[in-house]
């Protein structure tokens, strides 16, 4: 029998066979959308409105095929309503007009990205429709269009992973909320240009894949033309082992969850064959699995259940369908991931395909009100053997319990096999759940609305002169230039504040050290933003204010984490506020000569019999008042002069 338990450790992802690729999506920072002139900006709330309802449906493609991810969706029956602020958004997004030329802007940032990954710009530029209809966009369809095909990025590994496409396509609507069988959707985001970077199955580890996608999200940064927070940039990722399948996971934002989503799925797949495996050591047959799975109706043995979800479900008519899963006893309660059993994959799919809120098993029964003697029932009505197969119990509307169970049936189905084929999507704890089948060729037909891209000398010529340097050369650039090390270095080019860095140590590192700059905009930003400081509130304008006042001794280093606190809570106001407010008016040599001399007479005894060693008391009497208004490093200047003018005089005395 397998271990209950799925043990991350247990596992050496490069010796299961690991392959992942990367699907890299980074919002473009240009002026106008990617097929009309609305801007790219979002909008604030309460900005005036349209509003419109659509129910998409799926079309076919030139085959006559209809993919099975958009059936899927328009099976939900779901109706979409959309939020359409009028300075962000035209009757292109409502897909009440025809799109415009494709934007120039975006195209020439993608070649930029695509010369300096060594991929090679197509000749001609051909838009196409992604059938979506999720209800992000009001089309029903994503317009995308390859701008460059191979090259590689060399990782500071040492490892080249090869890149398949370059692609320029649109972002998706922000989706607002679900309401009833409504889901809401924002159109604001709806057709800002995006860049897709797709690379080849060359990661074999976790940490492969963070490298990868770090290095092409810095490479991406260094061209100055993306947008930067969170939402901006997304990770996709295609993940399989040896004896699996490609997994599609959908929307990783956060970098640094990224290994533990690609262990977690190899850990997935792994666990997955070994229930494989079992079944068939069980001598599992499709057609007796099927021939079993009788789904039977079992609400009577529940008509004095203490199953507060039974019973709530009763009373408003619904019904408790169960089906037996042949031979399947114990598999249920072994998980796939970490908080995540086989159980819980069939009641993602019932969830999906019948629409009910969860699903019992036999496996975790008896439990949640459910007694032994209410199991043994479902067993015998379901014809199950206990002992060796399972049962799965539904309650909800007889009809949304029927489609549940038949896709608990058709999961288990899968199970005989393997690792199923699907669109999972990411999870907070790096665990995954389904989503949606995965995609086929159908999805894809040609943009008739769009005339294609001629690629010119001139667009050429035009990305050239912003094609971005690797990273590595950049850190490279950085520490010989500022003397910034390494590691402040890297901090610099994933924090969004690269270009201001230089920009304001070109001006100001002759007063204020380079390495000082880099960890206002680095250490002492994020360390800010972690007490809760609400930092995204400070401008370009406000950092280069409070440099430019500590070039200028308006202020003192010691000073630099309170401006910034005072300026992100307050951003309408000015550096002379901060310093008027916090009471940092810069303090003249005069009076710290006089406080010191104070702090010495207050500890001169200690200073007397230990000289130097004495420094700290000092400092600590001194500090507390002057903390703000003038640098430590000229306080203990000014001390350790004043001590040694006292043991000059006593030395003589003596």
């Not at 094609?467 to 500022?482: A, S, W």
């Not at 610099?492 to 050290?513: I, M, N, T």
Request: hydrophobic share 40%; aromatic share 6%; charged share 30%.
């Amino acid at each position: 029998m397998i271990e209950r338990k799925a043990d991350p450790k247990s596992i050496n992802p490069r010796e299961l066979g690991l392959k992942v690729g990367l699907e890299i999506h980074q919002q473009l920072d240009t002026k106008h959308k990617l097929f009309c002139n609305c801007p790219t900006i979002l909008a604030r709330e309460g900005e005036v409105e349209d509003t419109f309802t659509r129910q998409l449906r799926p079309t076919r493609s030139e085959f006559g095929e209809v993919d099975v991810a958009a059936l899927f969706e328009w099976r939900k029956g779901r109706m979409y309503y959309y939020h359409a602020p009028r300075s962000h958004s035209c009757l292109v997004e409502a897909d009440e007009e025809p799109p415009h030329e494709i934007n120039r802007e975006a195209i020439v940032i993608g070649l930029a990205v695509a010369k300096a990954l060594g991929s090679r710009p197509v000749d001609e530029i051909y838009i196409m429709r992604k059938i979506v209809i999720d209800g992000s966009n009001t089309t029903g369809f994503q317009r995308t269009a390859i701008i460059a095909l191979g090259g590689a990025i060399k990782l500071p590994s040492g490892k080249k992973v090869g890149i398949e496409t370059i692609a320029v396509e649109e972002d998706a609507a922000r989706k607002m909320k679900d309401e009833g069988k409504y889901t809401h959707y924002n159109i604001d985001r709806l057709g800002v240009p995006l860049i897709e970077i797709s690379t080849s199955p060359d990661i074999e580890t976790p940490e492969e894949a963070y490298e990868t996608a770090l290095t092409i999200g810095q490479l991406l940064r260094l061209t100055g033309k993306v947008k930067r927070g969170i939402g901006t940039i997304r990770q996709d990722l295609n993940v399989s082992i040896r004896g699996g399948v490609k997994t599609e996971i959908k929307g990783v934002q956060r970098l640094d969850l990224l290994p533990k989503i690609v262990l977690y799925e190899a850990l997935r797949q792994y666990r997955l064959l070994q229930i494989r495996d079992e079944l068939r050591k069980r001598g599992v047959t499709e057609n007796e699995l099927r021939d079993a799975a009788r789904i039977v109706d079992v609400t009577s043995v529940f008509k004095n259940t203490q199953s507060k979800i039974i019973k709530r479900v009763v009373s408003r008519g619904g019904k408790v369908l169960a089906v037996r899963l042949r031979k399947f006893h114990g598999l249920l309660g072994v998980e796939v991931q970490p908080g995540r059993r086989f159980g819980t994959e069939l009641a993602d799919y019932a969830r999906f395909w019948g629409g009910v809120g969860g699903l019992f098993h036999s496996d975790e029964l008896p439990g949640y009100g459910i007694t032994s003697e209410e199991l043994r029932e479902v067993y015998k009505l379901t014809g199950a053997v206990e002992g060796e197969d399972a049962v799965v119990i539904v309650a909800d509307k007889e009809l949304n319990a029927r489609k549940a169970l038949e896709a608990v049936v058709e999961r288990a189905v899968q199970a005989l096999y393997g690792v199923p084929k699907e669109t999972r999507a990411a999870q907070d704890d790096g665990t995954t759940r389904y989503m949606r089948p995965q995609p086929g060729a159908a999805r894809m037909y040609p943009e008739t609305d769009v005339p294609p891209v001629e690629v010119t000398e001139d667009m050429l010529a035009e990305a050239e002169k912003i094609k971005p340097v690797h990273p590595l050369e950049k850190i490279r650039q950085l520490t010989e230039k500022y003397g910034l090390s390494s590691d402040l270095a890297n901090q610099l080019l994933r924090s969004p504040y690269l270009g201001l860095f230089e920009e304001l140590a070109s001006k100001y590192s002759d007063k204020v050290q380079a390495t000082y700059i880099a960890s206002i905009l680095t250490n002492i930003l994020r360390s800010l933003q972690r007490e809760g400081v609400p930092i995204d509130n400070l401008t370009e304008e406000h950092i280069e204010s409070i440099v430019s006042a500590l070039a200028n001794n308006v202020i003192s280093k010691d000073a630099v984490p309170d401006t910034i606190k005072y300026l992100a809570e307050n951003p309408t106001a000015t550096i002379e506020d901060a310093v008027k407010a916090l009471g940092l008016e810069r303090m003249s040599l005069d009076e710290v000569e006089r406080l010191v001399e104070e702090a010495i007479e207050h500890n001169i005894r200690a200073v007397k019999e230990r000289g130097l060693a004495a420094l700290s008391k000092v400092m600590g009497y001194v500090m507390p008042k002057v903390r703000g208004r003038i640098d430590g490093k000229t306080v203990a200047e000014i001390a350790k002069r004043k001590i040694l003018e006292i043991l000059e005089r006593e030395e003589e005395k003596g």
